[in-house]
């Protein structure tokens, strides 16, 4: 199955993929059956302990909790990816629907990136099974995805004229206003949104990229996927969902709706893979919070830190420094401890003061405000120790912040 999938044969024969449709022509969102969208789904046989099952989302147009987008969160791989892009071949081959795939960057659409994508749908033979064995490869050029058929020998022999996915990256978004048009576009993949780095604006580039899709259609399915389960990540801050999202525990579902009425169906995934509790006994048996990525406990990621003791004496120096990200606010407290010397104890914060200083990456209010670390010798040793590892934090969740914080600054 490891071709080279960029080159393809001038002398293939393309074809009409609507040959095969159980329904010709696009047929808008609300007329979709879901029920024949299930059905096509049992046929590809997926493994119910492996595979992630997306019919308990209340994905259809008539259904009075469907949402404008639906967030779904994992510590792991889970599958979430294929899923949807088999989804996606669904609606194609009985609606014509062209799914829009969405990365961060373009690197990420290379094709030696890209192929990973349809590793395990090439391997387990779901293209066969989905087409009837019309088609039994994919193959990726400029930007789309198509059918294909292999020989025996795994050479390219034949492949349709019609994509059912095209990649997007959010770094070329404004390329996008222009000179592309999605009609068939009605289900969008934002893939891996939580990524290590996030590129100030990039929310409103996601939103011009879905306008773009979009116009003034309704129904479009927005999916987003992520591996990496970070309480801080910006887009739940701009989805204006923050606060309720920090009270989800794994396993949890809920719709949520934004101060402007937009719904946002957000899961954080529960997988319980019997071979994962196995490896995790047999390998990763350990309490490490640094490992939960690896072995899926905990609710978020959480990083190791120093958590400052309530019952120890310590002289308050100063009060009055905040990190402000966002919405969010922490205080950073200077004090002289007997057992550690000068430390800052990080705790979480509701307002400011007059008196405040408050370092942020966001846009300057007034003159309390200090972009980054600030630039006066008192915020330089702050920062300094930060380096020392003199930072103490009243939780986990604070040192992801400041991580997060760090990330941004540096950025």
């Not at 996927?225 to 920090?246: Q, T, V, W």
């Not at 190791?304 to 019952?311: A, G, Q």
């Not at 914060?349 to 980054?372: C, L, N, P, Q």
Request: aromatic share 14%.
């Amino acid at each position: 199955m490891k071709k080279i999938m960029e080159e393809i044969d001038d002398v293939l024969t393309e074809v009409e993929s609507a040959e095969w449709f159980a329904c010709k022509g696009k047929v808008p969102p609300e007329k979709w059956d879901w029920q024949l969208i299930k059905k096509e789904w049992k046929k590809l046989g997926m493994p119910k302990d492996i595979a992630y099952d997306p019919f308990h989302i209340p994905m259809a147009y008539k259904d009075l909790k469907r949402c404008g987008y639906y967030m779904l969160i994992s510590k792991r791989g889970v599958g979430k990816s294929t899923t949807f892009v088999l989804l996606g071949m669904i609606l194609f081959k009985l609606y014509g629907v062209k799914i829009q795939y969405i990365r961060q960057n373009q690197d990420m659409l290379k094709p030696k990136y890209a192929q990973e994508l349809m590793t395990t749908i090439l391997s387990c033979g779901y293209i066969e099974k989905l087409t009837e064995g019309r088609w039994n490869y994919a193959t990726y050029y400029a930007n789309k995805w198509c059918f294909a058929k292999i020989d025996e020998d795994g050479k390219i022999i034949e492949k349709t004229n019609i994509h059912f996915m095209y990649t997007l990256s959010i770094d070329q978004s404004f390329t996008y206003k222009s000179n592309y048009n999605a009609p068939d576009g009605d289900i969008t993949i934002f893939d891996e949104f939580i990524g290590k780095r996030y590129t100030p604006n990039e929310f409103v580039y996601y939103m011009d990229i879905l306008s773009t899709i979009i116009r003034k259609r309704t129904g479009v399915l927005n999916i987003m996927l992520s591996n990496a389960i970070d309480e801080y990540s910006e887009y739940f801050e701009e989805f204006e969902i923050n606060e309720k999202i920090r009270q989800m525990k794994k396993g949890d579902a809920d719709i949520i709706q934004t101060p402007g009425g937009t719904r946002v169906y957000v899961e954080l995934i529960d997988h319980h893979d019997k071979n994962s509790a196995r490896l995790n006994k047999e390998y990763f048996g350990f309490k490490n919070p640094r490992l939960y990525a690896i072995t899926g406990a905990g609710e978020w990621n959480v990083p190791m830190c120093k958590h400052y003791d309530l019952t120890e004496e310590v002289e308050i120096i100063d009060k009055t420094h905040y990190i402000k990200m966002g919405l969010n606010l922490v205080n950073l407290e200077l004090c002289r401890s007997e057992k550690y010397g000068y430390i800052v104890r990080v705790h979480k914060a509701t307002k400011v003061h007059e008196d405040s200083v408050i370092y942020t990456m966001d846009e300057i209010e007034d003159e309390r405000y200090r972009k980054g670390h600030g630039w006066s010798k008192v915020d330089r040793y702050f920062w300094s120790l930060l380096q020392k590892d003199k930072w103490h934090y009243a939780t986990n969740s604070q040192k992801n912040f400041v991580d997060k914080y760090q990330s941004i600054a540096y950025n």
